[in-house]
């Protein structure tokens, strides 16, 4: 079977295409290991258009829900590549392979890693990338925080409402962030604030027992039940050969053409979100994002019916 759009990709941006994919009534698939993205870490989404205040959680489950009104589900299968055979797009998972007219990549961004010792070890043992996931396991338990920009900060106000004692460390000299955040991490009681300090090893036994920085020159060592990571994303685009940036986001053509609009260089497929080269990373953006790519996926499907038709 060739369907008419892949959806690669969960997140408002990838869910959006699929309301709209959905609402074309096109043969369409949305695949992703994960729903809802970079949204459900969000402790609080207070600038999402019609809602004054939401968790990133019950944002994305409305998100799910407004889907399941025309029955979309996801598939949840791991990508592992992304190519053209002719005119058809070929999505490869882990499991079955995909074939359709045209594809938008709307996957997101994941967690960075500090690669130190420890934390791969630990990982699901007491260190943790996702405080709004995870943050609910450490109710009166000391934490460690590690990144004081906004998703630091984010964080640490999160877990201020779970744990006791929260220590927040920065490499940098000051805290970086948007100074609302700033200003709320300073006055929090329960949030111990340490810059210019370099994580060096996370340790424990069955599961994280504290972790060893260095300051000034100094190693120094603290005890505590558990580390969220927060220090930035990485692009997962690894499985497409599509032009990417420097920093790996994915390079849209941006076109009064309607039907280039969010395509990348390789026709037929496009690309929505976080993980495109637009610089504003927000969900309200992210959501308009798929939505366009949906558009222009339309009428490129469209004139390929066109062609397929003439020939």
Not at 159 to 184: F, N, T, V
Not at 252 to 262: D, G, P, Q
């Amino acid at each position: 079977m060739i369907y008419d759009l892949i959806i690669i990709g969960a997140g408002p941006a990838g869910m959006s295409a699929a309301i709209y994919a959905a609402r074309r009534k096109i043969n369409f698939l949305i695949i992703s290991m994960d729903i809802g993205g970079q949204m459900s870490w969000s402790s609080e989404v207070a600038n999402y258009p019609g809602t004054t205040s939401v968790s990133g959680v019950e944002l994305a489950k409305n998100f799910q829900t407004h889907m399941s009104v025309y029955g979309t589900k996801v598939k949840q299968e791991e990508i592992t590549k992304l190519s053209k055979k002719g005119r058809i797009c070929v999505v490869k998972t882990k499991k079955n392979t995909y074939e359709s007219k045209a594809v938008i990549i709307a996957t997101g961004k994941s967690p960075r890693k500090l690669n130190v010792s420890g934390e791969d070890k630990f990982f699901g043992k007491g260190v943790n990338y996702c405080a709004t996931c995870d943050a609910p396991f450490y109710k009166n338990k000391t934490v460690a925080v590690v990144g004081g920009g906004n998703s630091g900060l984010d964080a640490s106000l999160f877990l201020s409402h779970y744990a006791k004692k929260i220590y927040l460390l920065e490499a940098m000299p000051q805290l970086g962030g948007e100074a609302y955040l700033r200003d709320k991490v300073l006055a929090s009681k329960k949030v111990a604030v340490i810059t210019g300090a370099k994580i060096k090893e996370i340790f424990g036994g069955a599961s994280v027992k504290g972790f060893k920085y260095e300051k000034d020159g100094k190693e120094n060592s603290i005890d505590v039940d558990g580390v969220f990571i927060e220090i930035g994303l990485l692009t997962k685009t690894d499985f497409t050969n599509v032009q990417k940036n420097r920093w790996g986001e994915i390079m849209l053509f941006r076109s009064t053409k309607s039907n280039e609009e969010n395509m990348t260089n390789v026709p037929g497929i496009f690309a929505a979100g976080d993980t495109t080269d637009v610089p504003a990373k927000q969900i309200v953006i992210a959501a308009g994002e798929g939505c366009k790519a949906a558009l222009a996926a339309f009428d490129y499907i469209n004139q390929f019916d066109k062609k397929s038709k003439a020939k």
